[in-house]
């Protein structure tokens, strides 16, 4: 059992650790998802060379 | 830095960095966790809880640098409209929320054991909880706006209203009587840490950063995919 100040330490970066890596798998899972749609999207659509056209010409967004 | 304002670019620029900045994030957090929780010794008079400010002081620095972040961004959407500012923009505000809730959090921790109370209503603390509440509001408002130029906009105007708090942070320490302790790094006439708690707390400072850097650069890229996603759909739309 953790006492006094090195408890106070330990619920500090343990809160640190859990936000971080929440936060570090919120990014990885959002890009994940955005790529698989696009990725669907292109596919189904056939925009595949649409899509390349658009980054040559810089119109990406 | 020109050439990056084409949002292919920077997508292709971001696949070649993302690997690199993940693995100096890593080596630069874990050596921050060597130094700060072994390498460290206690502070003669804050004890074994001086470790808590080798996370607490770089969350609220990245809390802040996050909204100066977003600030310079609203005024490229605002002056130039350009479309990667408003990406900045957004990927920069759960990243800044974060931080600031470690700030808040960690601090309160820390608070605790040294002053005696998790919370006091002064300057510091008080107008940190605003920039907090801020972050929630621009990304809610974002979320509550359909047409995607005008959040950008409203995002854009409401940013730069709020970046007022951010000299009352700095300086509500010098302006108020808080309990908060003044400035101790970024100050007129060099940090006053011992080098001992110094080294650390900059070990602690570069990986934090350099993890908001990696994950803003994650963010802008995915958004990017978004946005390009939602302009195809558009298109197959109106050629239907």
Known sequence: MLEGQTAYVFAAYAITALVLIGLCAWTFRTYRSERRALAAFEHRTGQDDLTAAAGREGTGT | ?240
């Open chain 2, 1 to 240: 830095m020109m050439w990056l304002a084409n949002p292919t670019r920077f997508s292709a620029f971001a696949d070649a960095v993302l690997p690199w900045a993940c693995a100096l994030a890593t080596v630069l957090i874990a050596a921050g966790l060597w130094q700060g929780l072994i390498v460290a010794p206690p502070d003669y008079q804050q004890g074994e809880t001086v470790r808590i400010m080798f996370i607490h002081v770089p969350s609220a620095l990245l809390g802040m640098g996050g909204w100066t972040l977003m600030s310079i961004a609203s005024l490229g959407v605002l002056v130039w409209r350009h479309p990667l500012a408003d990406v900045a923009a957004q990927a920069a505000a759960p990243l800044g929320a974060a931080f600031t809730f470690l700030a808040l959090a960690t601090g309160s921790i820390w608070g605790k054991p040294t002053w005696g109370t998790w919370w006091v209503w002064d300057g510091r603390l008080t107008s940190f909880l605003i920039l907090f509440i801020m972050y929630l509001g621009v990304m809610g408002l974002r979320a509550a706006i359909d047409e995607p130029a005008r959040a950008a906009r409203l995002v854009a105007i409401l940013t730069l209203v709020g970046f007022i708090d951010i000299p009352i942070i700095k300086f509500s320490v010098d302006w108020w009587n808080t309990l908060h302790q003044p400035a101790s790094i970024l100050r007129i006439g060099g940090p006053s840490i011992h080098p001992s708690i110094l080294v650390p707390l900059i070990v602690n400072m570069l990986g934090l950063s350099v993890l908001f850097v990696t994950l803003l650069l994650a963010l802008m890229r995915t958004e990017l995919m978004r946005r390009r996603l939602r302009g195809l759909r558009l298109r197959a739309a109106e050629a239907a």
